[in-house]
């Protein structure tokens, strides 16, 4: 089982150069350069220019490597995924996202600028639409060809565009960020949580992280360098769970065991599915390990 960690992955803005190098020795899993809201628009060209020159000269390690362009409907677009795509990142983050008819004009420009079939599509989901056709959307990475790698709440605009209210706990938005979480396991897309905005509120920051890990997401995009390291510990496996999972896939290849549906471990009755779960569990901490 092969997986990638994707625990923390943090937006930096395309226009601040010192940001984009600093951001090669932060220990976030992925790093998002932001070509859209982080810069105003008489500096779009300048950060489309860095981030460009900033993913072709490399340097950023084991750390995945998003490019966020412009909406599709903005002046900019065009530019920014021809900008992108000759950058070759590990993928391109386009916002607003809410038909699957986008996505096909979004493939459609790449196959024409003959970008490397190995860039992958993540789309923001951040409009109401979007949230309605979160399985449409999701199914997209099934068909020949296509480029989709997952989805990214968009939670600050979701609430702008309901009037939802940020409130402990999400509860207006948790059916919006399960049906999403639904539909990106069901073609088996990665999906992370949107990011928190009060940078004073550790603990609170700390709640939605472990809610963000129980509710299914695979990680958060993060808005400062001080979140990385408390979202990183949220959604890795903990010691006590890999030393289950261990023992569970242990107890299932034992040789009496072969072919029996259920074992026990520890005194507890343990199912086929809960070694599924166990080999997941112990992928993603070795996957964890490899980066380090």
Not at 3 to 12: D, N, T
Not at 20 to 25: D, F, I, N, S, V
Not at 235 to 248: M, W
Not at 257 to 285: F, S, Y
Request: charged share 25%; proline share 5%.
């Amino acid at each position: 089982m092969t997986i990638r960690p994707r625990r923390s992955v943090l937006y930096m803005p395309g226009s601040n150069a010192r940001a984009l190098e600093k951001a090669k020795t932060l220990a976030a899993d992925g790093l998002i350069l932001d070509l859209e809201d982080a810069v105003a628009p008489d500096a779009k060209e300048t950060a489309r220019r860095q981030v460009a020159e900033a993913v072709k000269a490399g340097g950023f390690g084991k750390r995945e490597v998003f490019i966020r362009v412009n909406g599709i409907d903005t002046a900019w677009f065009s530019e920014d995924l021809e900008a992108a795509a000759s950058a070759a990142p590990d993928a391109i983050l386009v916002p607003k996202i809410s038909t699957p008819q986008q996505l096909d004009l979004i493939w459609q420009q790449l196959h024409e600028l003959k970008a490397d079939s190995r860039i992958r599509i993540w789309a923001m989901i951040e409009t109401p639409l979007a949230i309605f056709n979160a399985l449409a959307l999701a199914a997209q990475a099934k068909l020949p060809g296509a480029r989709l790698g997952g989805f990214v709440m968009g939670t600050n605009d979701l609430a702008k565009e309901t009037r939802a209210r940020f409130v402990p706990g999400r509860a207006p938005m948790l059916w919006w960020l399960t049906s999403c979480v639904l539909a990106a396991r069901t073609y088996g897309i990665d999906i992370l949580d949107g990011v928190y905005n009060n940078l004073g509120d550790a603990d609170g920051f700390a709640r939605e992280c472990a809610e963000g890990r129980d509710l299914g997401f695979d990680g958060k995009t993060l808005i400062h360098p001080n979140q990385i390291e408390p979202c990183n510990a949220a959604f890795s496996p903990s010691s006590d769970e890999v030393t289950l999972a261990r023992k569970i896939i242990a107890a299932f290849d034992q040789p009496e065991n072969k072919g029996k549906g259920v074992v026990q471990v520890d005194g507890r009755m343990v199912e086929l599915l809960h070694a599924e779960i166990a080999r997941r569990t112990v992928a993603v901490a070795d996957a964890i390990e490899a980066r380090v």
